[in-house]
């Protein structure tokens, strides 16, 4: 379990340590272009990646309701971020499959769970 | 060009038992069911196997097992997994070792009994710090995100969806062997029980236990075997993610990459091909294939499917025996495309047969349109 005290190294100890901190981060190249999903190197050129953090603000680029038998749908998305890259993620606070792609949404963290960690999620940007 | 052009032809093809299986069955039960099945098809003998090549989600190490049992020590082995067009790869890299005198006969095989065990058990969940979390059922989460998008951005419908879903179950009311033979309409596709939106239940493949084997060996020794010799014209393997967060654009697979190269490597267009077997996990998936395998525009393949246009007596008859959605999906579909495409070469197809069948395409797709592989089939005459 990653210890906020130690100097994260992974990258999902990395990325969990900026969300425990409230922060939405991602690696990048040498010239600030995003890499998603996260990796040690950037792909193609295999340098060492930088954290930058993310402003937390992104379109809906696809999503999806899944249909449980017996529990209300629940929306999955992939959000596309205002810096370029495209996470996964959730949308809440709209029925989960009134989520339309193209709309504007802005992160959100969830309350720490018992080790700690805050999952990320999206909300839909008021007037949009 | 590669030189392989024909170089290799599948000899021999069988099924294993399908559908829903004896309990106790194992998924090597399938395989080896299905290896002497296809050993007799073509004449040859347990002796002559000198390749091995396999894969399923419930065995890792799948040559090993199927080795034990057959008992026989291959001098070359080869346990690509990829995913469901595993078994592409698996003929791509068979008629480079048989060109290269590494082998002789390469049995490639394949065995699932995820309905006996139940699909969760069959399949490992891959955990991953930046989906997981999100808890997306996969893969059918995957496939639903890409249809969604194909939906935004060219205007695709559900009903043109459901085409295929319905295309598919008219084919498998022409195959004895098929799991679903009852009446499909659009509407029951429509009206059935959401799963992923835009996906119903009748967007999804089977889930089914079944098995296959094929037996691929030089051209020249085919030829001499009891079956019409179906050549590898071509084949292609890409792919470009594991992740479906990792593929960038939804709508566009490397299905593009693998197709151009096989049909290069055949000196064949779309247009030369007779039948299609594309693998239909989801009614999205045949849809994508066609558009980047050349058969349509990029984003027309929702019109390309309307109106019965691949169902019997349809322009393009695909997945004709009943596919994914209607005949059988044991989790790795790709090697019971492939065995279809030898049946309609061979004109043994029977009610479902396409006429004067010269050149076939099976196209196999693995993870969550992760891995793609084409190949470009033949009759003798197409040499």
Redesign the interface.
Known sequence: MPDATDEPRSPAAIYAAHCRAGRLAYPAAPDGTPVWPPSLVVPGTGEPVRWLQSAGRGTVYTTTALHARDAEPRNVAIVELDEGYRMMARVDGVAADAVEIGARVSVRFGDPDESGARLPYFALEPGA | MSGLRASSAIAGAAESDLGAVAGGMRPVDLMVQASMRALADCGLTLGDVDGLFSATTQLPMAPLNLAQELGIRPRYTDATNVGGSSFMFHVDHARAAIAAGLCEVALIAYGSTQRLVGRSSASVQEL????T?????MPV?AY???A??HM?EFGTTRRQLAEVAVSARAWAQRNPAAWSREPLSIDDVLGA??????LTVRDCCLVTDGGAAIVVTSAERAAALRRPPVLVLGAGEAHSHR????M?D?TRTAASESGARAFAEAGLAPADVDCVQLYDAFTITPILFLEDLGFCAKGDGGPFVSGGRTAPGGVLPMNTNGGGLSYCHPGMYGLLGIVEAVRQLRGEAGERQVPACEVAVAHGNGGVLSSQATLVLGTAGTA
Request: net charge neutral; no cysteine.
């Open positions: 991953d710090p930046w989906e979390p999100y808890r997306p059922v989460t639903a995100l890409a969604a998008r935004h029980r959401m799963v992923a939106d835009p992740h479906i967060t990792g960038g939804l």
